[in-house]
């Protein structure tokens, strides 16, 4: 027989051997993918194209440029050379932008309340995580959609706390719970904090709630000269209602945010056929030329304040006026939005991986793969709703953030690429193996050599839910489902306490403090 038939000793040793391999973890420098890997190798615009846009988003800002700024905004800006029209308009003078473009942050960093979650953002470094405002928690079991609560936050920043490939929690659900506002925000920070320490992401609906907002953060971080230090929550800021207006209150919010440290999002989101012209080109230079106003109004307010390039738009589905935020027309959207923010040498942000399906699918599976790996591969810094979220952004499902884990490493594998040197070209290993060594014989496979027991975990990503059985392994185990078995996690997850949580005395001052919804 053989020695290496299936049923011999020496292969069924192998085969323990990397079970084993697989079981003990990697250091984080060993491991096929991480948060903050390059990107790059992906371009939809040529050079020309790129500076075609610019020009564009130039033009549109001297010529067209942005109603409805507050009159804190008029005098921010204007006071910095932009100029007040007739028509109550506020236009920018080329050289103004690319001054402000000249002093605005470049390198920045989004820390988390454990350092070990800071994301250094800038260059092609792909960050992925959640995003949005979903009304809706999907309700995989019953196949239905019910209202989200505070609770449902709480539960998807623990989870998203637990999975490698989630690198940021940005606020994916409404507390429809909370029918107060100024709560609401602030039971927002409270339950995403308290359920993770990756950075997070907030929004505020009026410009007066900031205030309480950073006193709780300052008594989360130990102090306002801790939180200052390292803000481990930034606002998302929707500062324009596209098409080219500002909105008056989150422009308020922002200027509010800015004086207390807080790090900024400035988000653009149009709609292509709607809010933002149908063609693709069209939409990112309108999407492109409202946050460099909003460069312009940052760092007006104070120079190198961190503010991440937030061109958001949306794809629409022209037969029904239905957002497509699944369709190929919102992967391109996005990745040629990321050209532009390196274009511009200013960290970036874009919407990919959220799905039209309504339920975690087949549909929302090519959905969400098709633009997180586009996104991947562009470089985006920040790769916002890219796990979770269904129906368009109306619904939130928990167990498809955790299917997004698996997924997202699939991508971040194809952003890392392939590494062509002399060991991975691997001319010795093909020598010795159909050739053999020193008069042996050649094995003829390459399942027992050093390079591939070596490689298989630094080179390889292994799905933790995803099924690789054959079919008859598969009815063995009872024929495994995958939304059951995420379901499975889920509750895992949700069984243990928070690694986040506060400290019990300042858990106890907090709720002196404010209303919190959030069963203690």
């Not at 927002?188 to 990756?198: D, N, Q, V």
């Not at 596209?242 to 149009?270: D, H």
């Not at 499975?488 to 306490?497: D, G, M, N, S, Y």
Request: aromatic fraction near 6%.
């Amino acid at each position: 027989m053989n020695d290496q038939s299936p049923s011999s000793p020496r292969r069924a040793g192998g085969r323990a051997a990397r079970r084993a391999m697989r079981a003990a973890p990697l250091a984080t420098d060993k491991r096929p993918i991480r948060a903050g890997m390059e990107g790059g190798q992906l371009r939809v615009l040529s050079d020309i194209d790129i500076a075609n846009i610019h020009e564009a988003a130039l033009t549109a800002l001297e010529q067209i440029g942005l109603a409805d700024a507050p009159e804190s905004g008029v005098e921010i800006l204007t006071g910095a050379g932009a100029i007040l029209g007739k028509d109550g308009r506020i236009r920018f003078p080329r050289a103004l932008v690319e001054d402000m473009l000249a002093v605005a942050c470049k390198d920045m960093t989004l820390c988390g309340r454990d350092p070990e979650n800071d994301l250094h953002l800038g260059d092609r470094k792909v960050h992925f995580g959640t995003a949005g405002a979903a009304v809706h928690v999907v309700d995989v079991a019953g196949r239905d959609y019910r209202e989200s609560t505070v609770q449902d936050l709480f539960d998807a920043a623990r989870i998203a706390d637990q999975l490698d490939n989630i690198h940021f929690l940005q606020r994916p659900m409404v507390c429809r719970d909370i029918a107060d506002n100024y709560e609401m925000d602030l039971n927002t920070i409270y339950a995403c904090t308290r359920g993770t320490t990756k950075h997070v992401g907030v929004s505020f609906t009026e410009p007066d709630y900031v205030a309480g907002a950073l006193e709780m953060l300052h008594m989360i971080a130990g102090g306002e000269d801790a939180w200052r230090s390292r803000p481990f929550v930034s606002n998302t800021n929707c500062f324009v209602v596209p098409p080219m207006k500002f909105a008056t209150e989150a422009c308020r919010v922002m200027e509010e945010c800015i004086a207390g440290g807080m790090p900024v999002l400035l988000l653009s989101a149009g709609m292509a056929g709607a809010t933002a012209p149908s063609p693709v080109a069209g939409a990112i230079v309108q999407a492109v030329a409202e946050c460099l106003a909003g460069v312009v109004y940052v760092n007006a307010i104070k120079p190198g304040h961190p503010a991440v390039f937030g061109t958001w738009p949306f794809g629409l589905d022209l037969r029904t006026g239905a957002m497509s935020v699944g369709s190929g027309e919102q992967a391109l959207l996005t990745a040629g939005c990321a050209q532009m923010h390196q274009f511009y040498g200013i960290p970036g942000g874009a919407a990919a991986g959220a799905s039209d399906s309504k339920l975690p699918d087949m549909q929302a599976g090519w959905e969400q793969m098709c633009s997180n790996v586009m996104a991947g591969l562009s470089g985006l810094n920040m790769v916002y709703e890219a796990a979770g979220m269904h129906a368009s952004l109306l619904g939130f499902c928990h167990e498809s953030l955790i299917l997004g884990n698996d997924l997202i490493g699939q991508a971040l594998r194809c952003v890392r690429g392939i590494e062509v040197n002399d060991e991975t070209l691997a001319l010795d290993v093909m020598r010795a193996t159909c050739l053999g060594v020193d008069g042996a014989k050649g094995v003829g496979h390459y399942l027992g050599a050093d390079q591939t027991l070596s490689r298989m975990e630094t080179d390889y990503v292994y799905p933790e839910l995803g099924d690789r059985t054959s079919p008859k392994e598969w009815a063995e185990k009872d024929k495994p489902d995958l939304l059951k078995n995420a379901t499975a996690k889920k509750e895992a997850i949700l069984a243990q306490r928070s690694n986040a949580e506060f400290d019990p005395v300042v858990d106890r001052a907090i709720r002196n403090r404010f209303a919190i919804h959030l069963a203690d």
